[in-house]
């Protein structure tokens, strides 16, 4: 079992900055591939960005490629979502998943573990 814990959400102005992290607890989480997705009122929850659990290999949806970074520290068990460049329909809740592999990394029903989320409010 691995319990994920997201935090760094908040409100902030469009063209503003956050950045998400998520701590793992429980059984060590640097063998799973980990991913951030958000869930805005009335949307589905769409997949963000994700990671390897090597690091090396990274994963973005369209519409925050170039303003968002994931990242990972496993010496620390946690997983950072740097979010630059923040406009309104970025709003939503965040949370982060763990999986041991990222074959369907977009897919958010192939993660098995998951964090109880974070707002962020980007204003206009």
């Known amino acids: 079992q691995v319990q994920l814990a997201e935090s760094g959400g908040g409100l902030v102005q469009a063209g503003g900055s956050l950045r998400l992290s998520c701590a793992a607890s429980?059984?060590?989480?640097?063998?799973?591939?980990m991913g951030w997705f958000r869930q805005a009122p009335g949307k589905e929850r769409e997949f963000v960005a994700a990671?390897?659990?090597?690091?090396?290999?990274?994963y973005y949806a369209e519409s925050v490629k170039g303003r968002f970074t994931i990242s990972s520290d496993n010496a620390k068990n946690s997983v950072y979502l740097q979010m630059n460049s923040l406009k309104p329909e970025d709003t939503a809740v965040y949370y982060c998943?763990?999986?041991?592999?990222?074959?369907?990394?977009?897919?958010?029903?192939?993660?098995?573990?998951w964090g109880q989320g974070t707002q962020v409010t980007v204003s206009s």
């Open positions: 990671v390897s659990w090597t690091g090396r290999n990274t």
């Open positions: 429980g059984r060590s989480r640097s063998r799973y591939a």
């Open positions: 998943a763990a999986d041991n592999d990222l074959t369907r990394y977009s897919d958010y029903e192939a993660y098995d573990y």
